[in-house]
């Protein structure tokens, strides 16, 4: 079984590693309210109340109580989410979703989950930039420990996880009181 890692430390760990993305002017711009899963998010409520207000989040918001991350993430932040819909959560092999959400493999939850976790606010130019900065390519740490590799495609910001696979952004700039939510159509996994 996967152990997740106590969570605040790396976060304040990794605070200092991502420090240039927040320091980016671009990624303290502000942005317009945006509507996801059908409801309005508003930018004074924090990441778990407003994901738990969108019809397409209701798995990542299971998913997030089940692995005791409500207090983490509802905290000061400032946190990037890379949040996945039902539909990505749909996409794992049958029965894993299943099996992650048994109170024994909440370690393993919080590892994939905390894997869509970057310490920082991120907005989209921010990271489009970086990505450009990098020859086309840029690493992002993540609370989890690993990393997912940014690219873009076309006008879209992609991501690739250390299994390989590739997630869309598909609702970008999603502004909270403790961060930024960017909604992908996959789960990103870790390396097991």
Known sequence: MIKAPNTMPRLLGLSAIALGLAM???????????????????????????????????TLVKAVKAAGLVDTLSGKGPFTVFAP??????KLPKGTLASLLKPENKDQLAK???YHVVPTEAMSAAVAKMIKDDNGAHAIPTVA????????????ITLTDESGNTARVTIADVKQSNGVIHVIDHVLLPKS
């Open 145 to 156: 420990g690993g990393k997912i590799i940014a690219k873009m495609k076309g006008d879209s």
């Open 24 to 58: 980016s002017p671009i990624a303290s711009s502000s942005v317009e309210a945006k509507t996801v899963g059908g409801a309005e998010m508003s930018a004074q409520k924090n990441i778990v109340e407003n994901a738990s207000k969108s019809n397409d989040h209701e």
């Open 85 to 90: 819909t039902d539909a990505a959560f749909d």
């Open 112 to 114: 994939i989950l905390t």
